[in-house]
């Protein structure tokens, strides 16, 4: 047969070790192109659709939940980076059949942000929610009826026009349950610029108006505890306030502080204390003190035009113990402080039929001669 001759081997053979792993690395790197392509599509491509053409949905979801009409007469944008967004302009929700006002809500723009990184972990961290121009209608019908109660799927709702080239959307049969899991959204930052809050009773003839509403709102969950401060003019008095509310504790009662400043600042009142008997007989419970450098100033503030001696204008405080309900509150172990002036007393208010004050003051001495002398 003749000799063997030794199997030569070229120099540019790979092993087939090595071949194997060249073809994993290429493998790896066409699954990482994908995932940076699909990462990459999930996160711009929201942003290049023109969402307006999805309103329809949107509002029909919207009457879903509260079983009324949703009007969206502006742009729609959803973006994903930096942080999920929806920006919506000129919104309008429609109020109750019989309201005075064709809308419950309106408002200019609405932009909402939520954390991305909590969303992924099953978290709504709402980190910014912007109302601007927001006008809420809250009325109590003559029929007992209440615009702020929604009934999902019932006929009771106002419709109001949809935006031209859109359908009007059929209300579904009903209502989908609530969602429960209140702990698991926490609102970082809601701003209002230049609200108005209306407040209708026909049955009773009360009509009150909140306008030049710019504040801020924080909450730690949807139960508690909640923080808030900004300004607003009631009734043509312009206020300031902060207020820090603490968790709903079993449901019932709601521990607060609220601080308030009038006009132009140099006036301030603090309560300190609970709400309790939620939600069926909620009562007001703790202390109240306050002060400022004009009783004449404050006088003026909250009735402007008036002309008060010249003794009002002294600095004044007062401190004491709160509690009120609907029908009526009242001051006791009341301490005040009026110039060089000291005093005690109560007073009580009840609101029936029409509204009585009874007030009792004692004071050990009471230098009129200085009174009358500030001319």
Do not use: C
Not at 163 to 169: F, H, L, M, T, Y
Not at 228 to 256: E, H, K
């Amino acid at each position: 047969f003749g000799p063997r001759l030794p199997l030569s081997r070229s120099d540019t053979t790979i092993p087939s070790g090595e071949r194997g792993v060249d073809a994993l690395k290429k493998i790896l790197a066409a699954v990482v192109g994908l995932l940076v392509l699909l990462v990459a599509g999930i996160l711009i491509v929201p942003g290049l659709i023109d969402w307006n053409h999805y309103k329809g949905d949107i509002q029909a979801q919207a009457k879903n939940v509260t079983g009324r009409d949703l009007a969206i007469n502006g742009d729609i944008t959803i973006t994903v980076l930096p942080a999920p967004a929806l920006i919506a302009n000129n919104v309008a929700l429609a109020n109750v059949k019989g309201a005075s006002s064709p809308t419950m809500m309106r408002l200019k723009l609405l932009e909402v942000r939520v954390a991305l990184a909590p969303l992924l972990a099953g978290r709504v961290e709402v980190r910014r929610i912007k109302l601007v121009d927001p006008v809420v209608e809250l009325e109590a019908l003559a029929d007992g009826r209440k615009n702020w109660i929604f009934d999902a799927g019932s006929a009771n709702a106002a419709p109001v026009p949809p935006p031209a080239g859109d359908q009007p959307v059929q209300a579904p049969a009903a209502a989908k349950p609530a969602d429960a899991a209140g702990a698991r959204v926490a609102f970082e930052n809601i701003t209002i610029e230049n609200g108005t809050l209306v407040y209708r009773d026909v049955k009773a003839g009360v009509l009150e108006r909140v306008e030049q509403v710019n504040a801020k709102f924080a909450a730690a969950s949807l139960n508690g505890p909640f923080e808030s401060a900004g300004g607003l003019v009631a009734r043509g008095i312009p206020l300031r306030y902060d207020v820090n509310i603490g968790d709903i504790i079993q449901g019932r009662t709601l521990p607060f502080n609220l601080k308030l400043q009038f006009g132009a600042g140099d006036s301030n009142l603090q309560l300190v204390g609970t709400l309790v008997g939620l939600p069926d007989a909620p009562k007001v419970k703790g202390k109240i003190k306050g002060g400022g450098s004009s009783l004449a100033g404050l006088i003026n503030s909250l009735v402007p035009g008036g002309s008060p001696p010249p003794f009002l204008s002294q600095d004044f405080s007062f401190e004491g113990n709160v509690s009120g309900a609907p029908n009526g509150a009242e001051i006791k172990d009341l301490l005040l402080r009026f110039g060089s002036t000291q005093a005690t007393g109560d007073v009580t208010v009840e609101n029936a039929k029409t509204l009585a004050v009874a007030t009792r003051i004692s004071a050990n001495r009471i230098d009129l001669d200085k009174w009358l002398a500030m001319t």
